[in-house]
């Protein structure tokens, strides 16, 4: 069956970077597109971005262009997703996703909590 | 980018009652949305695709409709599993593909 599992939880300080992985398994890795969607504490899903994992080509949300990267391993069937020049506001839950068919996220990570703090 | 407006924001109803929270898009995107739902520290689950299409395993109480703008999502028959927020988000030919702002279901 198809599975996604992320890493651990961060803490970072302001300015730094992080990188998230998400482990892919039960499926082709390069047949399906993978996104990323972040949620804010108390607040709604956020789409951040999608990767072809055949080719590697993105397309990041206008609100994070610049900051992001989202790359993928295909030889471990892992998708990651840094993001740098972290602030307080990028306290968050990030969950990578699974196309079930184009732009529809059908299978879920378990969610990475990123708690960015002084 | 195309905005999501989901309404109402939260949302209370009482077991066996039909629910329906309504999406609107800032412009056409033909049937290109999907339905999800949240449960607290849980990830989101997809329950409809392409505006009516029910997840397979998704229990059929459950349903969507709509187009071009306007979108609908019901609950046929509250049940008290189905606490949860529950998210509206388009898709189509390009990204970006965002999500309404979420409605919380109360019971």
């Known amino acids: 069956q198809v599975q996604l599992v992320q890493s651990g939880a961060e803490v970072k300080k302001p300015g730094a970077s992080v990188k998230v992985s998400c482990k892919a398994s039960?499926?082709?890795?390069?047949?399906?597109?993978l996104h990323w969607v972040r949620q804010a504490p108390g607040q709604g899903l956020e789409w951040m971005g999608i990767?072809?994992?055949?080719?590697?080509?993105?397309t990041y949300a206008q609100n994070f262009q610049g900051r992001v990267t989202v790359t993928t391993d295909t030889s471990t069937s892992t998708l990651y997703m840094e993001l740098s020049s972290l602030r307080s506001d990028d306290t968050a839950v990030y969950y990578c996703?699974?196309?079930?068919?184009?732009?529809?996220?059908?299978?879920w990570g378990q969610g990475t909590l990123v708690t960015v703090s002084s | 980018d195309i905005q999501m407006t989901q309404s109402p924001s939260s949302l209370s109803a009482s077991v066996g009652d039909r629910v329906t929270i309504t999406c609107q898009a800032s412009q056409d995107i033909g049937n290109y949305l999907n339905w999800y739902q949240q449960k607290p520290g849980k990830a989101p689950k997809l329950l409809i695709y392409?505006?009516?299409n029910v997840e397979i395993g998704v229990p059929s109480r459950f349903s969507g409709s709509g187009s071009g703008t306007v979108f609908s999502f019901s609950i046929s028959i509250l049940q008290p599993e189905d606490i949860a927020t529950y998210y509206c988000q388009h898709y189509g030919n390009l990204p970006p593909y965002s999500f309404g702002q979420g409605t919380k279901l109360e019971i």
């Open positions: 392409h505006t009516s």
């Open positions: 996703a699974r196309d079930l068919a184009a732009g529809v996220l059908g299978y």
């Open positions: 990767i072809n994992p055949s080719g590697g080509s993105t």
């Open positions: 039960g499926y082709m890795f390069t047949s399906y597109y």
